[in-house]
């Protein structure tokens, strides 16, 4: 049996949470969210309203729909395009293919760039001095040919005192053009990077930085701000072409907040709102423990300014820009491990920043959600839209209401509240939760979030302590923690009934294709023993959950596995313009029950169409025979597509080949994106009402069109896996493992999560897997434990420092035993009225994780260099704000950047040269299509390593040595020839090994006793009995652990064919579809900021 152990035995409640009596906590053996039962809490028998299930009309979120397909091109069969075979998530390599790795020229190592400086202006440090000259700048200006708009003045509003840390400017070339112009670089920026530091009075400012003038005694001086000198003080512009980024299109704004005058709510029951000061702030990553940034290699002149004398401009000799001397994201993870790692984090605090995700830690509920269920943008909200327009950084949450715990960490308590039903604010309908206040003794609360006085049912009153407080708080999860669960009333079921346990129902492509690639074979036999491992609630037996079984080609066949027969029946439905489902009774069964029967049909199914001929299928007439059996059974439940080829079969949904690269970089780009026929959203919206999620396995060959076959899976909160040019050899393993955990993942089903928020700030907009049928409402046929929501909010009043922000968000779904619940998550948020409490709170990962998916949704409508533009020109906007507002006064020439962002443009160059905004020659229309879904429900953490890679030096360390290496920066200069490295980013594992490895790391590795011997694109490393094989074959394993879907192994050779790949996740370098390297991005940006501050 080779299939994973579902759950490990459930270990007692040995958390470190407080005792409740009273209720019982849900188990939580590795799959939170598949709990016990819990036993009633008491009988609090209130009437409490309903769940409103019937929300006005509104806007259907659906994706766009198709504009007309464009004229098909020849599709190349599989292997014809190399990205397909071993791009993203799709790797599927083997030694053959490599010679399709054919791209364009490589790249040029940053380090061997011939320097060809357009602007022979000696580079000077100037911290303080006069700003760049007239000349500089226009030379500058006229060299990168930016026609970046200038944003409008911010009105001077508060101003954060920062000591910056300043790079020299230098001088440097973008001599070359790329695909898409060319800006010759004049100079590039002095980098610097500003502290925020502690409140001062609100002063004005004049609108440029470069006049301004440094108060006489400034705020506080800052620890960091008096660090030695570092090496790599200045650096000259790379002379690599950047032809990225031509033009800016105008500020984008954000639309006004609709003001409205509600009634601003009285102070809830608000933890001391402890402003964390300067030595908790920036994520951690900027404690006193922590010296100057060690990477940015220059000094702090700025810290001169705080109050003391400056010191004197230090010039620099012109050099090349040092990549140490630039923001590294390697060393900001370091420090918040090294400094963030070691305690748990406590979630008491209202606004606290949570450690970055790439930090191991623990967390204690303390009345806030988890990071590890929401994690925001930022932890203050400027207290008006006003401010927050002009900072433009989005606000948002990225919320993951299923996510699974470690576990060291208790899933959330259930709590029944008996026939009563969950306790709620009559007016906006919010659950009870720790922020509500009790008032009036006890007998009423008022809602923190909109203010309603509700009476407290007299089965649930208590009385208060002298603070105010219900003596019982801490007794119960829904007065005293951020996350719990409540038992949903019938009130809460469709129909009002309760609903049944949900089904799955495996539909199994048996066409030509899928047979030959003996993909059906090996599906067939994994059923057998997977079936044993269907999610169940805690403490049950067996799982809830009946299976059905349905194989099809251009017919659909069911199977009759009803258990008291002796063999399985088929029933062929051949109109599949009007599909219905033959039979009811013996479609869906439990396991055990006809145990004999399912054995039988997945030993006759390969043999029954072994022989096949039949090349074409349908596609959506399987997804409506499966939900309408759902529909049938009148359960909920999933549908597991294995589908192998464009369905072009005449029948509703019929596709046809518009695949064409031509449309590449025009206004119709988009349409790539689009699905190209209406009929799937229909589909989608009957499979949400019926609460039939639809995970999807592709295994192309070829052109499939996934922008239209995942239209269906993303709508139902469902998941889409593709596996190009599937052979069982190389892909089993991957195919195996993700089939494996997918099929045993705890879902939840028939879901509806709906976020409310206190007064002053609403939720707008929302990205992921899941339909809306009005604005509210975020409906999900099923959600897992890996999918995420992005919420994003606007200002619709005024917000208040004292009372802060409050987000609840409540997830109804059905469990996968078919008991109905509600999981509430409760986050409360600082407000600020200085823009540098903002810029100080904020989480970079997250804001790239909404970006992306942000600009990952407008490639659908805009055109995809629009798209580029835009996250640029918001980006250069929230620097200049920053600059303009918070840093400390310094020369034009410096680039400041805030301490908790000063990761975001080497981040957000690698959002803007992903597949989906930038494709290489090599990327198909069906791998951007495929990546585009999947980030859109990635939650943070994914999305951090998917876009910038971690980088394993394996052989640096000593080989005792077996805790995780430290990575290194994702750039081929910080490659030696003499090692080996690992590289993955959540979908794809690559081996790179140097030319110049020792013949005993070789021997040892790979089985083999020279560099020459060991064979490319090898995907298993050979089991030998040495430490170094062991080690890396344990990290290996450990990383894939790590991730949610299969890694597959690829093995790189340095200087050969496969290497062009490797490189494409080299992402601080520039790339061969042309994306700009770090440090010329980092110039850009720079000159973005300039523009938009002069
Ligand atoms: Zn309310």
Same mark, same amino acid.
């Given at each position: 049996?080779?299939?994973?152990?579902?759950?490990?035995?459930?270990?007692?409640?040995?958390?470190?949470?407080?005792?409740?009596?009273?209720?019982?906590?849900?188990?939580?053996?590795?799959?939170?969210?598949?709990?016990?039962?819990?036993?009633?809490?008491?009988?609090?028998?209130?009437?409490?309203?309903?769940?409103?299930?019937? @929300? $006005?009309?509104?806007?259907?979120?659906?994706? +766009? &729909? %198709?504009?007309? /397909? =464009? #004229? *098909?091109?020849?599709?190349?069969?599989?292997?014809?395009?190399?990205?397909?075979?071993?791009?993203?998530?799709?790797?599927?390599?083997?030694?053959?293919?490599?010679?399709?790795?054919?791209?364009?020229?490589?790249?040029?190592?940053?380090?061997?760039?011939?320097?060809?400086?357009?602007?022979?202006?000696?580079?000077?440090?100037?911290?303080?001095?006069?700003?760049?000259?007239?000349?500089?700048?226009?030379?500058?200006?006229?060299?990168?040919?930016?026609?970046?708009?200038?944003?409008?003045?911010?009105?001077?509003?508060?101003?954060?005192?920062?000591?910056?840390?300043?790079?020299?400017?230098?001088?440097?070339?973008?001599?070359?053009?790329?695909?898409?112009?060319?800006?010759?670089?004049?100079?590039?920026?002095?980098?610097?990077?500003?502290?925020?530091?502690?409140? @001062? $009075?609100?002063?004005?400012?004049?609108?440029? +930085? &470069? %006049?301004?003038? /440094? =108060? #006489? *005694?400034?705020?506080?001086?800052?620890?960091?701000?008096?660090?030695?000198?570092?090496?790599?003080?200045?650096?000259?512009?790379?002379?690599?072409?950047?032809?990225?980024?031509?033009?800016?299109?105008?500020?984008?704004?954000?639309?006004?907040?609709?003001?409205?005058?509600?009634?601003?709510?009285?102070?809830?029951?608000?933890?001391?709102?402890?402003?964390?000061?300067?030595?908790?702030?920036?994520?951690?990553?900027?404690?006193?423990?922590?010296?100057?940034?060690?990477?940015?290699?220059?000094?702090?002149?700025?810290?001169?300014?705080?109050?003391?004398?400056?010191?004197?401009?230090?010039?620099?000799?012109?050099?090349?820009?040092?990549?140490?001397?630039?923001?590294?994201?390697?060393?900001?993870?370091?420090?918040?491990?090294?400094?963030?790692?070691?305690?748990?984090?406590?979630?008491?605090?209202?606004?606290?920043?949570?450690?970055?995700?790439?930090?191991?830690?623990?967390?204690?509920?303390?009345?806030?959600?988890?990071?590890?269920?929401?994690?925001?943008?930022?932890?203050?909200?400027?207290?008006?839209?006003?401010?927050?327009?002009?900072?433009?950084?989005?606000?948002?949450?990225?919320?993951?209401?299923?996510?699974?715990?470690?576990?060291?960490?208790?899933?959330?308590?259930?709590?029944?509240?008996?026939?009563?039903?969950?306790?709620?604010?009559?007016?906006?309908?919010?659950?009870?939760?720790?922020?509500?206040?009790?008032?009036?003794?006890?007998?009423?609360?008022?809602?923190?979030?909109?203010?309603?006085?509700?009476?407290?049912?007299?089965?649930?009153?208590?009385?208060?302590?002298?603070?105010?407080?219900?003596?019982?708080?801490?007794?119960?999860?829904?007065?005293?923690?951020?996350?719990?669960?409540?038992?949903?009333?019938?009130?809460?079921?469709?129909?009002?009934?309760?609903?049944?346990?949900?089904?799955?129902?495996?539909?199994?492509?048996?066409?030509?294709?899928?047979?030959?690639?003996?993909?059906?074979?090996?599906?067939?036999?994994?059923?057998?023993?997977?079936?044993?491992?269907?999610?169940?609630?805690?403490?049950?037996?067996?799982?809830?959950?009946?299976?059905?079984?349905?194989?099809?080609?251009?017919?659909?066949?069911?199977?009759?596995?009803?258990?008291?027969?002796?063999?399985?029946?088929?029933?062929?439905?051949?109109?599949?313009?009007?599909?219905?489902?033959?039979?009811?009774?013996?479609?869906?069964?439990?396991?055990?029950?006809?145990?004999?029967?399912?054995?039988?049909?997945?030993?006759?199914?390969?043999?029954?169409?072994?022989?096949?001929?039949?090349?074409?299928?349908?596609?959506?007439?399987?997804?409506?025979?499966?939900?309408?059996?759902?529909?049938?059974?009148?359960?909920?439940?999933?549908?597991?597509?294995?589908?192998?080829?464009?369905?072009?079969?005449?029948?509703?949904?019929?596709?046809?080949?518009?695949?064409?690269?031509?449309?590449?970089?025009?206004?119709?780009?988009?349409?790539?994106?689009?699905?190209?026929?209406?009929?799937?959203?229909?589909?989608?919206?009957?499979?949400?009402?019926?609460?039939?999620?639809?995970?999807?396995?592709?295994?192309?060959?070829?052109?499939?069109?996934?922008?239209?076959?995942?239209?269906?899976?993303?709508?139902?909160?469902?998941?889409?896996?593709?596996?190009?040019?599937?052979?069982?050899?190389?892909?089993?393993?991957?195919?195996?493992?993700?089939?494996?955990?997918?099929?045993?993942?705890?879902?939840?089903?028939?879901?509806?999560?709906?976020?409310?928020?206190?007064?002053?700030?609403?939720?707008?907009?929302?990205?992921?897997?899941?339909?809306?049928?009005?604005?509210?409402?975020?409906?999900?046929?099923?959600?897992?434990?890996?999918?995420?929501?992005?919420?994003?909010?606007?200002?619709?009043?005024?917000?208040?420092?004292?009372?802060?922000?409050?987000?609840?968000?409540?997830?109804?779904?059905?469990?996968?035993?078919?008991?109905?619940?509600?999981?509430?998550?409760?986050?409360?948020?600082?407000?600020?009225?200085?823009?540098?409490?903002?810029?100080?709170?904020?989480?970079?990962?997250?804001?790239?994780?909404?970006?992306?998916?942000?600009?990952?949704?407008?490639?659908?409508?805009?055109?995809?260099?629009?798209?580029?533009?835009?996250?640029?020109?918001?980006?250069?906007?929230?620097?200049?704000?920053?600059?303009?507002?918070?840093?400390?006064?310094?020369?034009?020439?410096?680039?400041?950047?805030?301490?908790?962002?000063?990761?975001?443009?080497?981040?957000?160059?690698?959002?803007?040269?992903?597949?989906?905004?930038?494709?290489?020659?090599?990327?198909?229309?069906?791998?951007?299509?495929?990546?585009?879904?999947?980030?859109?429900?990635?939650?943070?953490?994914?999305?951090?390593?998917?876009?910038?890679?971690?980088?394993?030096?394996?052989?640096?360390?000593?080989?005792?040595?077996?805790?995780?290496?430290?990575?290194?920066?994702?750039?081929?200069?910080?490659?030696?020839?003499?090692?080996?490295?690992?590289?993955?980013?959540?979908?794809?594992?690559?081996?790179?090994?140097?030319?110049?490895?020792?013949?005993?790391?070789?021997?040892?590795?790979?089985?083999?006793?020279?560099?020459?011997?060991?064979?490319?694109?090898?995907?298993?490393?050979?089991?030998?009995?040495?430490?170094?094989?062991?080690?890396?074959?344990?990290?290996?394993?450990?990383?894939?652990?790590?991730?949610?879907?299969?890694?597959?192994?690829?093995?790189?050779?340095?200087?050969?064919?496969?290497?062009?790949?490797?490189?494409?996740?080299?992402?601080?370098?520039?790339?061969?579809?042309?994306?700009?390297?770090?440090?010329?991005?980092?110039?850009?940006?720079?000159?973005?900021?300039?523009?938009?501050?002069?």
């Amino acid at each position: 049996m080779n299939v994973n152990q579902s759950a490990p035995p459930v270990p007692p409640f040995g958390q470190p949470q407080p005792v409740y009596p009273g209720y019982h906590q849900s188990s939580y053996g590795g799959q939170p969210g598949s709990t016990a039962a819990p036993t009633p809490y008491g009988a609090y028998n209130g009437p409490v309203p309903g769940y409103q299930q019937t @929300p $006005p009309p509104g806007v259907s979120r659906a994706p +766009a &729909s %198709s504009g007309a /397909p =464009p #004229a *098909s091109t020849a599709q190349g069969p599989c292997g014809q395009t190399a990205y397909g075979q071993f791009g993203q998530g799709d790797v599927q390599n083997g030694p053959s293919s490599g010679v399709q790795m054919q791209r364009l020229p490589g790249s040029q190592p940053f380090a061997s760039a011939p320097l060809a400086p357009v602007v022979s202006q000696p580079a000077v440090l100037q911290p303080y001095g006069p700003p760049p000259t007239s000349a500089q700048v226009t030379a500058q200006l006229a060299g990168m040919q930016i026609s970046g708009a200038v944003a409008p003045a911010p009105p001077a509003s508060g101003l954060g005192y920062g000591s910056p840390t300043s790079l020299a400017s230098a001088s440097g070339s973008f001599p070359n053009s790329g695909l898409y112009g060319s800006y010759p670089q004049g100079q590039a920026p002095p980098l610097g990077q500003g502290h925020p530091g502690a409140q @001062p $009075p609100q002063r004005s400012v004049p609108p440029q +930085a &470069s %006049s301004f003038t /440094p =108060p #006489a *005694s400034g705020g506080p001086r800052m620890p960091s701000m008096t660090g030695p000198l570092l090496p790599g003080q200045s650096f000259g512009g790379p002379p690599v072409s950047q032809p990225n980024h031509v033009s800016s299109p105008p500020p984008q704004a954000l639309p006004p907040g609709t003001q409205m005058t509600g009634p601003p709510g009285p102070p809830p029951p608000m933890h001391s709102s402890q402003q964390p000061g300067y030595q908790l702030q920036q994520n951690g990553s900027f404690g006193p423990a922590r010296g100057p940034q060690s990477n940015y290699g220059s000094p702090y002149p700025g810290a001169a300014t705080f109050g003391s004398q400056p010191g004197p401009p230090q010039p620099l000799p012109p050099k090349r820009l040092d990549p140490d001397a630039i923001p590294s994201p390697i060393q900001v993870i370091e420090d918040d491990r090294n400094n963030r790692g070691s305690e748990p984090f406590v979630t008491g605090v209202r606004g606290q920043v949570p450690p970055l995700v790439t930090t191991n830690f623990l967390v204690k509920d303390q009345g806030n959600a988890s990071p590890r269920y929401i994690r925001c943008t930022s932890y203050n909200i400027p207290c008006t839209s006003d401010m927050a327009k002009q900072a433009q950084v989005p606000l948002a949450a990225v919320i993951k209401p299923l996510a699974r715990l470690p576990p060291e960490e208790a899933s959330p308590y259930v709590v029944d509240h008996g026939e009563s039903g969950p306790l709620r604010c009559n007016r906006c309908k919010a659950y009870m939760c720790p922020f509500m206040q009790f008032v009036e003794g006890g007998r009423r609360f008022q809602c923190c979030f909109c203010s309603c006085i509700n009476d407290v049912p007299p089965q649930y009153f208590q009385h208060l302590d002298h603070t105010g407080k219900r003596v019982d708080a801490y007794d119960r999860p829904e007065l005293s923690l951020g996350s719990y669960e409540f038992l949903a009333t019938v009130d809460y079921c469709k129909n009002n009934k309760f609903p049944i346990p949900p089904a799955f129902i495996f539909m199994i492509d048996v066409s030509y294709n899928a047979v030959r690639s003996g993909l059906v074979r090996l599906l067939c036999e994994e059923l057998k023993s997977l079936l044993d491992f269907l999610p169940r609630e805690g403490g049950a037996e067996e799982s809830a959950i009946r299976v059905g079984f349905v194989t099809y080609n251009k017919v659909l066949h069911f199977y009759n596995v009803k258990s008291s027969l002796a063999q399985p029946q088929m029933m062929v439905v051949s109109d599949v313009g009007d599909m219905f489902v033959p039979l009811l009774d013996g479609f869906l069964v439990n396991v055990s029950e006809s145990r004999a029967v399912i054995t039988s049909l997945l030993d006759q199914i390969p043999e029954m169409f072994a022989d096949t001929r039949e090349t074409e299928t349908v596609f959506a007439p399987v997804v409506q025979a499966g939900m309408e059996a759902l529909k049938a059974a009148e359960c909920a439940g999933k549908l597991f597509l294995f589908h192998t080829s464009l369905p072009i079969a005449e029948a509703p949904g019929k596709l046809k080949n518009r695949d064409d690269r031509k449309l590449i970089n025009t206004d119709k780009e988009k349409t790539l994106f689009q699905p190209q026929s209406g009929a799937y959203q229909t589909l989608a919206k009957e499979c949400v009402a019926q609460g039939c999620c639809v995970d999807l396995f592709l295994f192309p060959n070829q052109y499939v069109d996934v922008a239209t076959l995942s239209v269906v899976p993303q709508l139902t909160g469902g998941s889409v896996y593709k596996y190009a040019c599937f052979q069982v050899e190389n892909d089993q393993e991957r195919f195996l493992s993700d089939l494996r955990r997918d099929v045993q993942k705890v879902v939840g089903f028939d879901a509806v999560m709906r976020v409310r928020t206190s007064t002053g700030i609403r939720a707008v907009d929302f990205f992921g897997a899941f339909y809306m049928s009005n604005t509210t409402d975020v409906e999900l046929a099923g959600l897992d434990g890996d999918k995420t929501v992005t919420v994003e909010f606007k200002h619709d009043d005024r917000l208040n420092e004292e009372n802060g922000a409050l987000l609840q968000c409540a997830l109804l779904y059905t469990s996968c035993a078919g008991q109905r619940r509600l999981r509430i998550h409760n986050l409360a948020l600082n407000c600020c009225t200085q823009l540098a409490d903002l810029y100080r709170n904020c989480e970079t990962d997250t804001l790239i994780n909404y970006m992306a998916k942000f600009a990952y949704r407008g490639v659908l409508s805009s055109p995809v260099k629009t798209v580029r533009d835009t996250l640029i020109t918001q980006c250069a906007q929230i620097l200049a704000c920053y600059r303009k507002n918070c840093a400390s006064p310094s020369s034009a020439g410096q680039l400041i950047l805030p301490e908790c962002m000063k990761l975001l443009p080497v981040y957000l160059n690698c959002v803007l040269k992903s597949e989906v905004l930038q494709p290489g020659a090599e990327v198909t229309t069906d791998d951007r299509a495929y990546v585009r879904q999947l980030v859109t429900s990635m939650d943070v953490a994914e999305t951090n390593v998917f876009f910038y890679p971690r980088l394993l030096p394996l052989t640096k360390s000593p080989i005792e040595n077996t805790t995780e290496p430290p990575a290194v920066r994702a750039s081929e200069e910080r490659l030696s020839n003499g090692d080996i490295y690992l590289l993955e980013n959540g979908l794809n594992l690559f081996l790179w090994v140097g030319a110049s490895v020792q013949q005993g790391v070789v021997q040892s590795l790979f089985g083999v006793s020279s560099f020459s011997q060991i064979t490319s694109g090898l995907s298993v490393l050979p089991v030998l009995d040495n430490l170094l094989s062991k080690k890396v074959r344990g990290l290996i394993d450990s990383l894939r652990a790590q991730r949610s879907r299969y890694m597959k192994l690829i093995v790189v050779k340095q200087e050969d064919k496969l290497e062009m790949l490797f490189k494409h996740f080299l992402v601080e370098d520039k790339s061969l579809s042309g994306g700009a390297s770090y440090v010329d991005f980092l110039c850009h940006m720079h000159k973005e900021i300039r523009q938009l501050l002069s």
